[in-house]
């Protein structure tokens, strides 16, 4: 599995993640064949190939869409540590969210990160700012987690992977035309205007690929 993962197969990296966890702590073995069933693993392999620039998964609350997105992102940061990551949410409060569960799944010994890519190494964290880097440090960091309020020139970038998770935040926000007017203009003037072409494996420059993890409301 380490060896599939690291070829860049998505499924093999989420079962050798959690190999050493105990049962009733993993997260993907109990829900893979739900997630396989309604085309979630496939979505993400196929942004991992290079298949599509934009992915979007609209699906209810707490099912674990932002858990196996956090997995796709580490994965994506180990295999292309020198490439930067930009992650976004509706506050700071949810992007400190997922910054500490980012750390914990590439530090902690429950999880087999640093076995997988053993060639990896954390060199820099800042919860201020909730960035981390990968082998040294850099500008553009290799993940760096911003609310869609908050602030991104001259700071962040994204090379590797866009990824904005639960931008619209709750049902008033939704059923507001000039919430969502203003939303979209955030996310067109200081979020997406961060991506930065990158090289694929067909010799080929593409756009940075996107991932949006939406809830219906």
């Known amino acids: 599995y380490d060896v599939c993962a690291r070829a860049g197969d998505f499924e093999s990296y989420c079962i050798a993640l959690e190999w050493n966890r105990p049962v009733m702590k993993k997260f993907y073995i109990p829900r893979a064949k739900l997630l396989k069933k309604h085309g979630v693993m496939k979505l993400f392999q196929d942004l991992q190939d290079d298949l599509l620039d934009l992915a979007v998964l609209n699906l209810p609350p707490r099912i674990g869409k932002s858990t196996i997105s956090l997995f796709f992102i580490t994965f994506r940061a180990g295999l292309y540590p020198d490439m930067s990551i ?6 700071t409060a949810l992007t400190q969210a997922f910054y500490k569960e980012f750390l914990d799944i ?4 429950e999880y087999r ?11 820099t964290k800042n919860s201020e700012y909730s960035f981390v880097d990968f082998n040294r440090d850099k500008r553009f960091h290799t993940c760096m987690f911003k ?19 639960d931008l619209v935040k709750d049902v008033e926000t939704a059923n507001s035309k000039d919430r969502l ?16 072409p990158r090289l694929c494996k067909d010799g ?6 996107e991932l949006h993890v939406n809830t219906p409301w």
């Open 86 to 91: 930009l992650g976004n949410g509706h506050s």
């Open 106 to 109: 590439v530090t902690s010994d």
């Open 113 to 123: 990160y640093k076995e997988i890519f053993p060639t990896v190494k954390l060199v």
């Open 147 to 165: 609310s869609i309020d908050g602030g991104t020139t001259g700071l962040a970038e994204a090379s590797n992977l866009l990824y904005c998770d």
């Open 181 to 196: 007017d203003k939303l979209y203009y955030n996310y067109t003037s200081t979020v997406k205007d961060r991506k930065v």
């Open 204 to 209: 080929v420059y593409r756009p940075c690929p």
